[in-house]
Structure formats: structure tokens, C-alpha cells
């Protein structure tokens, strides 16, 4: 007589054939099942890869930080004409994003001090429109990014509207009927004063602090 089979055998004969078995239903060889496990023992890797990549971005994004804030430092005391060539050509080298040049305003400060050295605008010029077109280019992905949702809440507000009076039943009616109905008239319900000074009120000025960020935009 065979030998007698166990629940356990046949379960680890079927995880077996599942493993030696491909996606397609087919039979892999070896030389596929090996490509396949160096494939997989490559991707544990993936993951801290990533973050070594973010931590190194990191580190990158907080040094140049500190470098915007010294050369925004260097704009406000500048005093000659040489002094400041020599900032903008620091500046035009240095990586720069949105958030940086929100923090650090070295576009308005560059605006502010370029005026009393009017020889260096054909080199302050360009390196004020590349910042903006930065600026413009990464705040319009971040926003299709998120979606506006303020704009999109906007959109979908219903719009509230006043109840219509109910009409006379009939213009041959008596006195006494057309009475009667109009006693029976929906009476509009009162908005709060609340309510109708938020509906009426103009549209909020853009805040100062974010007037004075983005003022650089314009030239």
C-alpha cells in the first residue's frame, strides 16, 4: 500500500504547483522564476532609495534657503555698484522654487535697491522675469494639482431662491374667494440680516501680506 496523504501534503503540493506555475497558467522554467526573484529582491530597495532621495532634497531645499535669506541679507545693506553685480550674479546661480522665493522676497528686495544703480537693469531685468516665471510655473501646478477648492466650492453653492406667491384661483371669482386665496398666499420667509449682509457684502481685497509676496510679479 501508498502512502497515505495528509491534508498538509496536499495543501503544500498545491502551493508548490502555484509557485512553479506562471501568471499565464503555463509552466516557467528556472531561468525565468530566477529573473523574476532578482527582480523582486531589487524593488525591496525602492523604498529606502526614496528616502534617501527625499532626505537629500531636504537638505538641499534648507541650504539653499539659508543662502537666499544671507543674499536677501546682503541686498538691504548694499551700498556700490560693484557690491551688487556681484549679489546678482550669487543670485542668478542659486536654485531657487515658489516657496523659497515666498519666504525670502529677494525679488521685491532686488526691485527696491535696482532703481539706484540704473546701469545694472539690463542684468537685473532677466533674473526677475526667470524667478517670476518660476513662481508662476510651479503655484499654477500646485493648483491643478489640489484643484481650487475654493473655486470649485464656489461653483457648486445653490443659489437661494425666493419662494413664488401662489396666484388667484380664477379672475371671475367673487370678492369673498379672491380674498380668501390671497389670506392663503406663501408668505416669503426672512432672510437674518446676518445672512442678507453676507450675500450683499463686496468681494474681500486681496490681504496686504500677500500683496506685498507676489508684487514682484509685475514688472
Known amino acids: 500500500m501508498g502512502r497515505r496523504e495528509t491534508e498538509a501534503t496536499r495543501r503544500r503540493r ?8 506562471g501568471p499565464n497558467g503555463k509552466w516557467e522554467s528556472n531561468a525565468k522564476k530566477a529573473i523574476a526573484r532578482r527582480a523582486k529582491q531589487k ?29 536677501a541679507q546682503a541686498l538691504r545693506t548694499v551700498a556700490d555698484e560693484a557690491s551688487l553685480q556681484g549679489l546678482i550674479s550669487e543670485l542668478d546661480s542659486l536654485s531657487v522654487n515658489a516657496k523659497l522665493l515666498r519666504r525670502t522676497l529677494i ?20 533674473l526677475i522675469a526667470k524667478w517670476r516665471s518660476i513662481f508662476v510655473r510651479e503655484t499654477a501646478a500646485k493648483e491643478q494639482k489640489q484643484g481650487s477648492p475654493a473655486r470649485e466650492q464656489g461653483a457648486t453653492l445653490p443659489i437661494m431662491r425666493r419662494p413664488q406667491r401662489s396666484s388667484s384661483s380664477s379672475s371671475s371669482s367673487s370678492s369673498s374667494s379672491s380674498s380668501r386665496s390671497s389670506s392663503c ?11 442678507l449682509s453676507a ?20 514688472l
Open 43 to 71: 524593488s525591496w530597495r525602492i523604498g529606502p532609495l526614496l528616502a534617501s532621495c527625499r532626505a537629500k532634497k531636504a537638505a538641499q531645499d534648507a541650504s539653499n534657503l539659508k543662502a537666499a535669506r544671507r543674499l
Open 14 to 21: 498545491a502551493e508548490l504547483a502555484r509557485y512553479r506555475q
Open 199 to 218: 450675500f450683499n457684502a463686496p468681494c474681500s481685497r486681496k490681504p496686504l501680506k500677500q500683496r506685498r509676496i507676489t508684487s514682484f510679479l509685475r
Open 107 to 126: 525679488p521685491k528686495l532686488l526691485r527696491e535697491v535696482s532703481p539706484q544703480f540704473p546701469q545694472l537693469k539690463s542684468k537685473v531685468s532677466p
Open 185 to 195: 398666499r406663501v408668505s416669503s420667509p426672512r432672510l437674518p440680516g446676518l445672512a
